[in-house]
C-alpha cells in the first residue's frame, strides 16, 4: 500500500516556474514508476512524464525540454520541476506510483495539486 500525497501546486504567470513534489510512504518506493499525469478543465487525463524504477524518462511532447522529472528514493519523493510555463499548462496536476510484480498490478493516486499558469 502506497499513499501519495502533492506539494507545491500555485499560481505563477507565464515563463515562470514550479516545482512539484510527491511523497510516498512504505518501504518499496523505489520499485515503483512513478508518474505526473495532469487534467486540465474539460480535457482527459494526460501523461506528462514518468521515470521508471530504473531512471528512465519520458516526456509528453507538450512539455519535453520544459519540465523534468526526477525521483529521490532516499526520501520517497519525485519530483517536477516545470520551467517556461505556458496558460495550457494549468492543471490539477497528479502523482501516480505504478508496479507490476508477479503478475499483480498496483497502482496508487495522489490527490492532486492545482497548478495555475496566468498573468
Known amino acids: 500500500q502506497v499513499q501519495l500525497v502533492e506539494s507545491g501546486g500555485g499560481l505563477v504567470q507565464p515563463g515562470g516556474s514550479l516545482r512539484l513534489s510527491c511523497a510516498a510512504s512504505g518501504s518499496t518506493f523505489s520499485s515503483y514508476d512513478m508518474r505526473w499525469y495532469r487534467r486540465a478543465p474539460g480535457k482527459q487525463r494526460e501523461l506528462v512524464a514518468a521515470?521508471?524504477?530504473?531512471?528512465?524518462?519520458n516526456y509528453s511532447d507538450t512539455v519535453k525540454g520544459r519540465f523534468t522529472i526526477v525521483r529521490d528514493n532516499a526520501k520517497n519523493t519525485v519530483y517536477l520541476q516545470m520551467n517556461s510555463l505556458k496558460p495550457e499548462d494549468t492543471a490539477v496536476y497528479f502523482c501516480?506510483?505504478?508496479?507490476?510484480?508477479?503478475?499483480?498490478?498496483?497502482?496508487?493516486w495522489g490527490q492532486g495539486t492545482q497548478v495555475t499558469v496566468s498573468s
Open positions: 501516480n506510483a505504478h508496479r507490476v510484480r508477479n503478475g499483480i498490478v498496483r497502482d496508487y
Open positions: 521515470i521508471t524504477s530504473g531512471d528512465s524518462t
